[in-house]
């Protein structure tokens, strides 16, 4: 988790700038080294599928490296499926979306009995959760980037989450998992309540991960049970969301992202994430939320306290 702040130093670090002022493609990618796709692979791998905001960590980080200075910044003659220009903002925050694909592929690995063999009625379970997140997020998008990606929402959002999994696990106290595959019974109304818990996730800090888990637990899923689905949805939504940002990019994706490094940095999300997924799953089954609720307390409490004594300071 700590990684997040790491990664971030090593993303683009050299390349801010004046709003105006705009940088050649082979400068944008020169800057994406192998070492700085394999530190992002694995904060992307170890941050994806745990309930701690890896896009709260990674708007924190920006925010600490004035990393938003480059957001006019424009990659010369480089422009989008819609011929808008690209940014060094863009260019950064994009490639951490499609970098996902290492994680989605993490998905596939360690889950290959449910792709190998799959069951039509948990298909179709996973399809209706993925409907109100997809349906409200693309209604919201412009709202959502305008007024929630702050520091000041992340760190409320780290809060109110953790302290929401505490929570969670008084009202539903772990217990053994029953014989029967849980899965392969989801009804679409427990379905349905799952997909209308990740429309928290929305909001950045939240983490689409403490949604899903948190959702499959309000549904009558065990830890594990919960955890299993909250991957297979996740492999839905982070398909959905890395298509859509390649599609957009269409042509600018070549032009920006160098091939090796790229394929570097999914290979490491890969292998770091299907790590993860196994051992969140154990470690669920065994203690719960505790150890992410009071992570996330700590962090956003912390950070908010930090905004409070700057305004005082400067008021």
Not at 38 to 61: M, R, W
Not at 92 to 115: H, K, P
Request: net charge positive; charged share 15%.
């Amino acid at each position: 988790m700590r990684h997040a702040l790491l990664a971030a130093l090593l993303v683009l670090p050299s390349l801010s700038g004046a709003a105006g002022e705009t940088r050649e493609p082979a400068e944008v990618r020169d800057a994406f080294t192998p070492a700085r796709a394999a530190v992002t692979g694995v904060v992307e791998g170890a941050t994806e599928f745990l309930p701690v905001s890896s896009t709260g960590h990674l708007i924190l980080s920006n925010a600490l490296l004035g990393v938003e200075d480059s957001r006019e910044v424009e990659v010369a003659g480089v422009v989008d499926r819609s011929g808008r220009a690209v940014t060094l903002k863009r260019a950064a925050d994009d490639y951490l979306v499609i970098i996902q694909v290492g994680a989605i592929l993490a998905v596939v690995a360690a889950f290959w009995r449910r792709f190998r063999d799959p069951n039509p009625r948990l298909a179709i379970a996973v399809l209706v959760a993925f409907v109100p997140a997809a349906g409200l997020g693309l209604a919201l998008k412009d709202l959502i980037e305008t007024h929630l990606f702050s520091v000041e929402v992340v760190a409320a959002a780290l809060l109110a989450g953790g302290l929401g999994m505490l929570w969670a696990d008084k009202a539903w106290p772990r217990e053994a998992p029953p014989a029967h595959d849980e899965l392969d019974t989801l009804t679409l109304p427990q379905a349905l309540r799952i997909g209308c818990f990740q429309c928290l996730s929305l909001v950045p800090g939240t983490s689409r991960s403490l949604a899903t888990l948190v959702g499959g637990r309000a549904a009558g899923l065990s830890h594990a049970a919960a955890a299993e689905f909250s991957f297979l949805l996740g492999f839905l939504t982070l398909t959905a969301a890395s298509l859509y940002k390649a599609w957009k990019l269409g042509p600018a994706l070549v032009a920006i992202y160098p091939a090796g490094p790229a394929l570097l940095g999914l290979a490491t999300a890969f292998v770091v994430a299907y790590l993860t997924a196994g051992w969140l799953v154990r470690h669920l089954q065994r203690r719960g939320f505790a150890i992410f609720a009071w992570y996330r307390i700590a962090l956003g409490g912390g950070l908010l306290l930090v905004l409070a004594i700057g305004r005082l300071a400067r008021g």
